[in-house]
């Protein structure tokens, strides 16, 4: 019965997509954060998604999404002149994250919907096999 | 006899799995939809339904003989025969799934399920309602 893997192959996009939600908030709650005692600033995160294969056999037709990999942001901090600053270096720099809110925001929007699409493909498919349930009554 | 009753049905019950089938291809584009590189894919509907009701052996199909056999789909609704969908606008990560296209297709494909389940009901209800008794109100 092949509509059932629909649950299994959104359901699992769904799932990646709860967790790119998740490292935007992350991000987003650590947009101002200055660099700790090790002088390491927050790194921005970004979810890297790949597709998996949830039928049996490997059938292609089924293709659902995994979270492969969460890479971080390798570019250098803000850094703001602020010598009075209790986290400032020698020379008065205090370094923030890297997070850039706007592509944070984006990010969010974007995500926001695969989910919605995704759960909206699961009740589509949820009304259908309801349907075949009830094929031959009435 | 009999099966000049169910020859009918046949035709409805191949064209459903086949939506099914092709309902799953489309929940997995959807799926995929943020995932660089994936290729969204589709698969010939009608050739698919021809060769699942032509009654005749599908060219390329494996015979299953023994329990341990794998038997998997051949013809338009195999993997390798499936169809590749171009990318409607460019994408730096290669990812082809249109997302509008895809929609559109998970929505034709539903409305056409249900109404292949309504035919299989009608010819259901009008076999039974000639196997009535003429007499029963």
Redesign the interface.
Known sequence: ???F??FS??G??VSA?SQ?LNIVASNLANADTVAGPDGQAYKARQV????ALMGA?N???????RVSNISEDQTPGRKVHDPKHAQADAEGYVTYSNVNTVEEMVNMI??SR?YQ??IE?MS??K??LL??LQ??Q? | MLNRLTDSLNFQTQALSLRSERQRLLASNIANADTPGYQARDMDFASALREATAGKGIPGAMAATQSGHMAPAAGARSDSQKLYSTAAQTNLDSNSVDMDRERANFADNAVKYEATLRFISGSVRTTMDAMKSHNAS
């Open positions: 019965m092949s509509m893997q629909i192959v959104s699992s996009a997509q790119r890297v998604f790949q597709t056999g059938d292609l037709a089924s293709a659902g999404v974007s995500a695969s699409n995704n493909v589509t498919a009304n259908l349907k075949t094929l031959g009435s």
